[in-house]
């Protein structure tokens, strides 16, 4: 397993990632628009990638999971100005509890590391009880609920 970081030329696989991930999503949020998400995603892709770290997993030469993350600045009231965010990572189901997510996730961190961020953040869906294991068995803990209502 490899894994490194992606360049302009894995636009296209980290695009259909991105879509796959969508849709695996769905099972978790039913607003996600896991119909016509290709349309959708590239629009928002083209803003991402100029931002954004992502790295890909590779097996015998053929992806099998990525993960997408950027630097964020957060406002002045903040001692630490600077935080990582994980905002994406997938892996094709055969290739899940193989320890892809948490070396993706890794190298991700030592990203991060090398230019100095000191804290990452994530979301997870509470019912994504597989990736929540996976995020608290690399030491990440608890620190906001975001809560919804649905207006009728």
């Known amino acids: ?20 991930s969508v849709k695996d999503a769905k099972r978790f949020d039913k607003n996600f628009n896991a119909e016509k998400p290709a349309r959708l995603l590239k629009n928002i892709y083209s803003r991402f990638f100029k931002g954004c770290k992502y790295f890909l997993a590779e ?3 053929r992806v099998v999971g990525f993960a997408a993350g950027k630097i964020e600045k957060l406002p002045a009231f903040y001692i630490e100005r600077k ?31 090398s230019r100095q961020i000191k804290a990452v953040r994530l979301e997870v869906f509470p019912t994504n009880s597989a990736v929540k294991e996976l ?18």
């Open 1 to 20: 397993m490899i894994i490194r970081e992606a360049t302009y030329k894995d636009s296209d696989v980290i695009m259909e990632f991105w879509i796959r």
């Open 59 to 61: 097996e015998g030469g």
């Open 83 to 113: 935080i990582g965010i994980l905002f994406q990572i997938f892996v094709e189901e055969k290739y899940r509890n193989r320890g892809v997510g948490t070396k993706l996730i890794n190298k991700f961190i030592s990203w991060l590391k």
């Open 135 to 152: 995020y608290k068995n690399l030491g990440f803990k608890e620190f906001k609920i975001e809560m919804r209502k649905k207006i009728q």
